[in-house]
């Protein structure tokens, strides 16, 4: 099988997807996690939420930062735009599992507060204001990261000489 060049990856230059990984019995342990389910539970108030699939990505070395970017866009197509995904309760979790240790040089992934509900247009990278630019997210390997997917984020550049890896589960509102 031959090497996909590195600017024609399908999350940017140097990102990979791992596409639907629930079929693999490494992924599916993941759904029922009871240090996760109680999180969610609180977050919708009910136990009534469903898997909707499993998956993840990694950046090799030499991955250029990612744009900033939702995992969701408005679907309820309001003619009048008043009402949009943004003022609902967030329809979709996804838990992201660090498989080694998140730091600022191998890419770990910027977060930026309160996007989750904004109705601004996400900056290009040239726009970001410095305060956009610092949150990102380190963290040990084994730990997971609980997001509401309307939040604004991206992979920071992977300097570093090792690949690193995220592995995910999405669930949906009750």
Request: glycine letters at 8%; one cysteine or more; charged letters at 20%.
């Amino acid at each position: 099988m031959a090497e996909i060049q590195l600017e024609k990856t399908n999350w940017g230059h140097a990102r990979y997807s791992f596409d639907p990984q629930l079929h693999h019995p490494e992924w599916a342990q993941l759904i029922d996690l009871s240090t996760i389910l109680p999180i969610l539970e609180r977050i919708w108030e009910s136990s009534d939420f469903n898997c909707w699939g499993g998956g993840g990505g990694y950046s090799v070395p030499g991955a250029r930062i990612q744009h900033l970017h939702a995992d969701i866009r408005d679907m309820l197509k309001d003619s009048l735009g008043r009402v949009t995904v943004l003022y609902l309760p967030t329809p979709i979790i996804v838990v992201n599992f660090m498989m080694v240790d998140f730091k600022e040089i191998n890419g770990a992934t910027r977060f930026v507060r309160g996007t989750h509900r904004s109705r601004h247009p996400i900056p290009t990278l040239e726009e970001e204001p410095d305060w956009m630019k610092r949150p990102i997210v380190c963290g040990p390997a084994g730990s997971a990261l609980i997001r509401d997917i309307r939040c604004w984020h991206d992979g920071t550049a992977n300097r570093s000489d090792e690949i690193r890896p995220m592995i995910s589960v999405g669930y949906t509102a009750p």
